[in-house]
């Protein structure tokens, strides 16, 4: 088993449309959680750090459930820009990337 | 941008020849990383460094060797390369290896190896 599992997608939602991803992460040892974002041949980018209280930056929510080692992010109002590969992170003693989830925005 | 740089930026290579790849950064961090990125995976770590000629081993490190003599370049060695290890190769830093909202992890622009 993965240590950090994502739906892999693709997700084809149209511009405007709310989009939520899920991930889960297997080691209850793990302390900080992150969301990526990764567009077609090019690096991976911090998109935003994730806290157990829930976090917000602009159209973008990301929660984190520690009991249930559960983590999603929400894209509101979705742009033909947000259409990239969302990479959760988790980091425990070194950084474990999931195998990312694939979003396209289509006019 | 966070300046990161990796050379070559695509190498095509046969099988059992030696491949060297180059990650050098202008920010004077202490740790530098090498990842390998495949189709069904995440980022793996390969092998990493937190300080000159100090570096260990991280996930899938079999197969590969680091150097680092500077602060500002890591360096990936592929002594002997096989098909499996055709990948895209991502170099990354960090001021921490505790990586938090305060201390993130950059990476470089990647290197597509193909090893045929």
């Known amino acids: 088993r993965k240590e950090v599992e994502q739906d892999p997608g693709p997700f084809n939602v149209p511009e405007g449309a709310t989009v939520a991803f899920n991930c889960t992460y297997s080691n209850s040892a793990s302390q900080s959680f992150f969301w990526y974002r990764q567009d077609c041949r090019k690096e991976p980018k911090l998109l935003m750090s994730v806290y157990s209280s829930g976090n917000e930056d602009g159209r973008f929510t990301a929660q984190l459930n520690r009991a249930s080692q559960y983590i999603s992010l929400l894209i509101r109002d979705s742009k033909l820009s947000d259409s990239a590969t969302y990479l959760c992170v988790v980091n425990r003693d070194d950084m474990r990337f999931g195998a990312g989830t694939r979003l396209t925005v289509k006019p | 941008d966070a300046g990161i740089t990796q050379s070559p930026r695509h190498k095509v290579t046969e099988t059992g020849t030696p491949v060297t790849l180059r990650c050098h950064q202008t920010?004077?961090?202490?740790?530098m990383y090498w990842y390998r990125q495949d189709p069904g995976h995440g980022l793996r770590l390969i092998h990493y460094?937190?300080?000159?000629?100090?570096?260990d081993k991280g996930e899938v490190s079999d197969g590969y060797s680091v150097s680092r003599s500077k602060t500002e370049d890591f360096l990936l060695t592929l002594e002997s390369a096989t098909s499996s290890q055709t990948s895209v190769y991502f170099c990354a830093i960090s001021e921490s290896w505790r990586i938090s909202r305060s201390y993130e992890q950059y990476f470089g622009p990647g290197t597509r190896l193909t090893v045929t």
């Open positions: 460094s937190y300080g000159v000629k100090d570096t």
């Open positions: 920010e004077n961090h202490r740790y």
